[in-house]
Structures are given as C-alpha cells and as structure tokens.
T-cell receptor, first 112, second 115 residues
Framework: GENVEQHPSTLSVQEGDSAVIKCTYS??????FPWYKQELGKGPQLIID?????GEKKDQRIAVTLNKTAKHFSLHITETQPEDSAVYFC???????????FGSGTRLQVQP | GAVVSQHPSWVICKSGTSVKIECRSL??????MFWYRQFPKQSLMLMAT?????????EQGVEKDKFLINHASLTLSTLTVTSAHPEDSSFYIC???????????FGPGTRLTVT
C-alpha cells in the first residue's frame, strides 16, 4: 500500500510570510496529488491538485510542485493570512485505487 | 465545486444504541462514496468504499457488521453504527467521487459522541 509522510507536523509563520509543506509518497504509480485544508470541526476542502503530467500548478497564493522522480510534492502558500490557519493534508492516489491515502497532516498557524 | 452534505452534524447517543448518518451529493451523481473516521488531532482513516447498488468494500480492521453502509441511490449513502460504544465516538466524514474525474469532495462531517 501507499506510505505517505508529511512534514512538518506543525508550522508557525508570521502573517505575510510564505509556508511550505512537503509530502513524500511511496507508490510510484501515484498519478494524482491533491492538497486539502481542514478547519476545526469541518470536513476537508480541496484547495489545489496536480496530475502526474504537470510539474507545477498555481492558483493565486497557492501552488503545488511535483517531483515524480523523488516521489514528493509540496504545497506553497505565499503572503499568508490568519485565515490560512488550519490543518493541511496531502492525499496522493493512483488509478488502481479509488480512495485517497491521507498524510498525517500539518497544522499551520499564521500569527497576525 | 461539487457539494456534499451530511446529516446530522452532531449526535449524542447512549451505549448500545444505533445511529444512522446520511451522506448526500447535492448537485451531482456519485457512483462511489467513501466513509472516513477521524479521531482528535489525527488524520482521516478510510473505513469503507460505498458503491451504488452493491455491497460496500471495507478496509482491514473495520467490522462490517458494526458499521453498516447502504448506497441505495446515486445521491445518498448511509452509515449506521450499530450497538455503539464510547470507543466509537469520533468524527465521521463522507466523500464522493465525481464521475470519471479524480476529484473527491468531502462532507462537513458528523461528530458522534457515545455516552
């Protein structure tokens, strides 16, 4: 099965700074790489995803980069705001499995 | 984006009773839905994959007779926790797979407390 590691487990940044979260996976057949944001007491929300044929994708302040050779992908948040404070999960997937495999999560705290 | 709802959002029940949680896809048809469980400060753990019109596929270690899943239509899946015990207290979250795409969208979750 897929082994997923996420680092760091907690991250505290000042408002306006950038934050980077890294996800390492084991299954070389993984071809879909989403990031989810979960606020307290709520379900996860898909914030950005990337397919294996693309190296980088950006959506305003959020970007995801993929290194398939090294089997890791990263979430980049620029100009962080207090409302970015949440737990972020990576959840790589391959076509042979319909379900996502979640990383352990990263608690991001943006200090105003 | 696709919207998934869950009902109830929270429920408290006595030990030994059963609780049903509903998961609905509001603006799309979901041939596959997933049920996850999340304990405090932990990640989401897949419990089962629910397919419309067929039996659910349970993950290793999940008791299928305790966690009954029914996916009777393309927009509704239900999870029934039977003979609930305090250790079943958790945050239960469903998600739905959107057609042939890769994306999965999650419901808001149901917090179950068993006293």
């Amino acid at each position: 099965g897929e082994n997923v590691e996420q680092h760091p487990s907690t991250l505290s940044v000042q408002e306006g700074d950038s934050a980077v979260i890294k996800c390492t996976y084991s299954d070389s057949a993984s071809n879909y790489f989403p990031w989810y944001k979960q606020e307290l007491g709520k379900g996860p929300q898909l914030i950005i995803d990337i397919r294996s044929n693309v190296g980088e994708k950006k959506d305003q302040r959020i970007a995801v980069t993929l290194n398939k050779t090294a089997k890791h992908f990263s979430l980049h948040i620029t100009e962080t705001q207090p409302e970015d404070s949440a737990v972020y999960f990576c959840a790589p997937k391959n076509t042979g499995r319909r379900a996502l495999t979640f990383g352990s999560g990263t608690r991001l705290q943006v200090q105003p | 984006g696709a919207v998934v709802s869950q009902h109830p959002s929270w429920v408290i029940c006595k030990s030994g009773t059963s609780v049903k949680i509903e998961c609905r896809s509001l603006d799309f048809q979901a041939t596959t839905m997933f049920w996850y469980r999340q304990f405090p400060k932990q990640s989401l753990m897949l419990m089962a994959t629910s397919n419309e019109g067929s039996k659910a596929t349970y993950e290793q270690g999940v008791e299928k007779d305790k966690f009954l899943i029914n996916h009777a239509s393309l927009t509704l899946s239900t999870l029934t926790v039977t003979s609930a015990h305090p250790e079943d207290s958790s945050f239960y979250i469903c998600s739905a797979h959107v057609g042939a795409t890769y994306e999965q969208y999650f419901g808001p979750g149901t917090r179950l407390t068993v006293t």
